[in-house]
């Protein structure tokens, strides 16, 4: 049996989350409506790193792309 953990979120970051879990399906276990999702507990702190990496490059601004 895999345990898991009832997150709640925006609509926005849910859609981010579902499209991370699209790579291997590692992270739902089950979607329950449009701001909630049962996510595997092993993996909770995986997902939080991704969700933190898609947030980071969604939220750069664009004059700031170039100065690498």
Same mark, same amino acid.
Request: aromatic share 2%; hydrophobic share 35%.
């Given at each position: &049996?895999?345990? /898991?953990?009832?997150? $709640?979120?925006? !609509?926005? #970051?849910?859609? %981010?989350i579902l499209k991370i879990d699209q790579?291997?399906?590692?992270? #739902? %276990? *089950?979607? +329950?409506?449009? @701001?909630?999702?049962? %996510?595997? $507990?092993?993996?909770?702190?995986? +997902?939080?790193?991704?969700?933190? =990496? =898609? +947030?980071?490059?969604? @939220? @750069? &601004? !664009?004059? *700031?792309? /170039?100065?690498?």
């Amino acid at each position: &049996m895999v345990s /898991g953990v009832l997150v $709640e979120c925006d !609509p926005s #970051i849910k859609a %981010i989350i579902l499209k991370i879990d699209q790579d291997k399906y590692d992270y #739902i %276990i *089950e979607d +329950l409506d449009d @701001q909630t999702l049962v %996510i595997k $507990e092993s993996q909770l702190q995986a +997902l939080k790193d991704r969700l933190a =990496e =898609e +947030l980071a490059n969604t @939220q @750069q &601004m !664009p004059d *700031e792309s /170039g100065s690498d």
